[in-house]
């Protein structure tokens, strides 16, 4: 205990006191409200927590206790401490591991999936080329249709949208940076990617059939993580089902 808390015994005396002190200001209300818990139930106890030292390095320890009656008919706790710091980095490196291995892996699937995405954005452009001549034409006529150039700049303009937000989606579903939470209506989060992977879908012979709620109340969260979530389940759904028989449904409730 002396080298864990970091005590010289020639200078500070152990005492519940100093053990709170060294108790990080952020974990102690937590840590006492399990030990008065555990001294009013006369129960077990076990929990983790960050301790601060004189030169204010920080360790991660565990404290485990058990309630024991005395020969006075009282009740002692007897129990362990155990720094765990090396673990708790160890844990912490591992998850940096995986969160930087699964954006590497929704990256690598832009390689797969680069052909449905250029044919989704060649889709808006074409139009807008083909729409584009067509309202020059109408109004280069002797007599300018105005109506129809009208009605060609109004697709130009709509398909100019779809395009925006292709780019806008593909570009939240791989980035590495967090968001803010918000408050959205969970079809969202569901409608882009499959629109996105709707070609992708296609090629494996895969038919999507969507059961989704209106009506439901907005969720708070963050949304591009929920995207990721639903583009990961939609992308091993398609790779489960490729060496299945025909046919081959993915549900979404």
């Known amino acids: 205990h002396y080298v864990i808390f970091g005590i010289d015994p020639a200078v500070e005396q152990p005492s519940y006191a100093v053990y ?141 949208l779809r395009a925006g937000d292709i780019v806008r989606n593909l570009r939240a579903l791989f980035t590495k940076d967090t968001q803010q939470s918000t408050t959205f209506d969970i079809n969202q989060v569901i409608a882009p990617v499959l629109e996105l992977m709707r070609i992708e879908l296609q090629k494996c012979e895969v038919k999507v059939k969507t059961e989704l709620g209106y009506g439901l109340p907005l969720v708070t969260g963050f949304e591009v993580q929920l995207q990721q979530v639903v583009f990961n389940l939609v992308m091993n759904a398609k790779e489960a089902m490729q060496q299945t028989p025909l046919p081959r449904e993915l549900s979404i409730k």
Request: charged share 20%; hydrophobic share 40%.
């Open 20 to 160: 709170l002190r060294r108790v990080h200001p952020q974990d102690l209300p937590v840590l006492e409200q399990t030990i008065l818990r555990a001294a009013r139930e006369t129960s077990s106890f076990q929990h983790e927590y960050r301790i601060v030292l004189h030169d204010g390095s920080v360790k991660y320890v565990q404290s485990t206790g058990h309630p024991d009656i005395n020969a006075g008919g009282e009740v002692e706790f007897v129990g362990t401490v155990i720094d765990i710091t090396e673990r708790r980095h160890a844990e912490e490196a591992l998850r940096r591991a995986q969160a930087e291995l699964a954006r590497v892996w929704r990256l690598s699937t832009m390689g797969e999936l680069a052909g449905s995405i250029i044919h989704e954005i060649n889709q808006p452009l074409a139009a807008i080329a083909v729409h584009s001549s067509a309202a020059l034409n109408w109004l280069k006529a002797k007599t300018p249709n105005v109506h129809e150039a009208s009605a060609a700049l109004t697709v130009i303009a709509s398909e100019s």
